[in-house]
């Protein structure tokens, strides 16, 4: 009989049969298990959704970090517990160590040092700048100053944008600014940022000092502030807004330290003034005003206006900031002024120079610009008060009677003299 049960059921045969018997069950159970805890995930969160204190409550029992963190804020009074659970579960999450110290801060001032150490372990975990800001906002509002420079040390340096709240702590833990910048360590663009806080706050006496700061670190590094580096741009635009607020001989050094342009003087009053570079529009540099009506071009020494005849009646065209170094000045300058229509179809062209002294509330105001098909050298006389900032423009101001005319203006070589320094007079406007 044994014989008979072997020919049949060879061992090699009944071997292969057990064994794939007890892979299938295996298989099997693998399947049954895997949906079981599929089904009770799902069941969890649908309980999550429910986004009751009871059904949370019933989904966290899954040890999702999520439903901690969410238990947490429908639950304040035991807001901390349930956050020990989140970073027990997950210990390398920077955002559940943040929500621990919060919730130990609120939970009791008794709790504020384990709060710190939770947040302390977030800025471990996660070197960015969020755990950094985090903790040094928390040192603030406890006036852990020593943890606070530390930590903002850590968040200045990894901010890309909005450094604005960090800054503005910095400021108000040490109000004086090259201490707060000494103290962050501060990055060029750190630096950069502050100067734009206390602009914008209308500190500019402080402003004036972050200034002198960047300057200071270009000229270390033997580096000029180009117009196109973040810097100039900064410095230059800077200059402007001193200047509208009277701050004259401030922006003055600001400007010629840039070294942009030569260092202006009795000789030479005017920045810019043979158009090498296009006007910036920014310090003591030309400013072309922008009018519905009127283009402007400009190419190496030479600007140009188009009027189309519906320009505004009374407009500034040029105009820049001058130092007056002297009493008695001479502006000379060569222009065309075109029109299609010939003779020119109006007896004043509108267009004149203008010194006005907004300190003093004067103004002087040359003779209108006669029309000169070919390049024209004119001069225009007058007085300024020596060491005072005030403004010369180019104004276009119809005359009573007059109609707007569609006509271009050329200028170049544009010079400002004191004339006890001056040359021979070509002919006077």
Not at 83 to 94: I, L, S, T
Not at 168 to 187: C, F, H, I
């Amino acid at each position: 009989m044994a014989q008979h049960l072997q020919s049949v059921w060879p061992n090699g045969q009944r071997s292969r049969k057990c064994g794939l018997n007890a892979w299938a069950c295996a298989t099997f159970a693998l399947f049954i298990g895997t949906a079981a805890v599929a089904m009770w995930l799902a069941a969890a969160e649908l309980a999550f959704r429910r986004d009751t204190l009871v059904s949370v409550s019933s989904a966290s029992r899954t040890r999702n970090t999520k439903y901690y963190a969410r238990l947490a804020e429908l639950n304040e009074h035991n807001a901390a517990m349930h956050m020990r659970a989140a970073v027990k579960a997950n210990p390398r999450d920077a955002a559940l160590w943040i929500g621990l110290g919060l919730a130990l801060e609120r939970e009791s001032p008794d709790a504020v040092s384990q709060a710190s150490q939770s947040l302390e372990q977030a800025a471990k975990v996660n070197k960015q700048y969020l755990p950094a800001w985090t903790l040094a906002n928390f040192a603030f509002r406890h006036g852990d100053t020593a943890t606070f420079w530390r930590a903002a040390r850590h968040a200045a340096a990894l901010a890309y944008d909005n450094r604005r709240p960090l800054i503005e702590l910095a400021s108000r833990v040490e109000p004086v600014p090259e201490t707060a910048l000494d103290r962050m360590q501060a990055s060029a663009p750190v630096e950069r940022d502050y100067l734009d806080f206390l602009i914008t706050e209308g500190h500019l006496g402080d402003a004036i000092k972050v200034a002198r700061r960047i300057l200071r670190r270009r000229e270390t590094a033997s580096e000029g502030a180009s117009p196109e580096s973040e810097d100039g741009k900064r410095l230059a635009a800077f200059t402007g807004r001193l200047l509208d607020a009277h701050h004259t001989r401030e922006a003055l050094e600001i400007w010629n330290r840039l070294g942009w342009f030569p260092a202006t003087s009795a000789h030479a009053a005017l920045t810019n003034g043979d158009l090498e570079r296009m006007p910036s529009g920014v310090g003591f540099d030309w400013r072309i005003g922008s009018f519905r009506g009127v283009q402007s071009a400009w190419r190496p020494h030479v600007i140009q206006f188009d009027f189309s005849g519906s320009q505004p009646e009374v407009f500034s065209l040029f105009e820049q900031w001058v130092v007056a170094h002297g009493q008695s000045y001479r502006l000379t300058f060569d222009y065309k002024l075109l029109t299609a229509i010939q003779p020119f179809p109006a007896s004043s062209s509108g267009l004149r120079w203008s010194w006005e002294s907004p300190a003093l509330g004067a103004t002087k105001t040359s003779a209108p610009l006669e029309p000169a098909n070919d390049w024209r050298t004119l001069q225009w006389e007058f007085r300024a008060r020596s060491g005072r900032v005030d403004r010369l423009r180019l104004i276009h101001r119809r005359d009573p009677g007059e109609t707007r005319v569609a006509c271009r203006l050329l200028l170049r070589r544009l010079r400002m003299e004191n004339i006890r320094h001056a040359g021979p007079s070509p002919e006077v406007l």
